[in-house]
């Protein structure tokens, strides 16, 4: 497999997006969006999780994962990765977001937040998919500077304890559910059940047997014309 990486400006941070797979005929589809779950990178991404997919395939790391920017100090936040995939989608053009553990969470809020270039979300079990819960006690993680980077451990240590109100993760999948052109436009396909995730499958009844089953509805959407 090929991989050819391409690096963008979020901010003061370079960002790496990876092209996985190159579609014979990329007009037929649009692309598939990968997301690694926390304290992955691109590279955790196997090509039978993707070769079934008729378009180009993508991957991006995340700020402080893989090949991209460790920014100084830390500043975590699944809303900072959400702008990292706004920029990829800026440059890739609508695709379909297919993301594990911490990556599900960010696909959920990119659906939300970017309905228009979002073809569909898929949600997949891995590293980082509960959060915690919110507390009326703000915790500060302790973090070990001496691990090596990346990923950044200010990443492990901020990102693993980000609060995830389940009416918050709510909110994301009804802006989805409203604005999306596609009747169903996010795919649950995990075993575990936070809150937050409980939360959207209440609001949206999306459940999936498995990935690819998912992913084949997002392939070749079919849009409704009466709909932007």
Do not use: K
């Amino acid at each position: 497999m090929t991989v050819m990486t391409e690096y963008l400006q979020h901010g003061r941070i370079r960002l790496a997006l990876h092209r996985l797979q190159c579609a014979p005929n990329p007009e037929a589809c649009q692309p598939l969006l990968l997301l690694h779950g926390l304290g992955e990178c691109a590279s955790v991404h196997h090509p039978s999780s993707f070769s079934h997919w008729p378009g180009h395939v993508y991957a991006l790391d995340f700020t402080g994962h893989g090949q991209s920017s460790i920014p100084q100090g830390g500043g975590y936040s699944c809303e900072v990765l959400m702008g990292d995939v706004d920029i990829a989608l800026a440059h890739i053009g609508p695709a379909t977001v297919c993301g594990r553990g911490l990556g599900a969470y960010v696909a959920l809020l990119i659906a939300g937040g970017r309905p228009e270039l979002v073809r569909g979300a898929v949600l997949l079990d891995g590293p980082g998919l509960a959060g915690t819960c919110p507390s009326s006690s703000p915790y500060i993680p302790p973090v070990n500077t001496h691990l090596p980077a990346p990923p950044d451990p200010f990443a492990i240590a901020e990102l693993a304890t980000d609060a995830r109100p389940a009416e918050y993760a709510a909110h994301f999948a009804l802006l989805a559910s409203q604005n999306s052109p596609l009747p169903h436009p996010i795919a649950i396909c995990t075993r575990e059940q936070p809150p937050w995730l409980c939360a959207v499958r209440d609001v949206l009844a999306c459940d999936f047997p498995n990935p690819i089953d998912a992913c084949r509805q997002f392939a070749n959407p079919i849009l409704d014309p009466t709909r932007p």
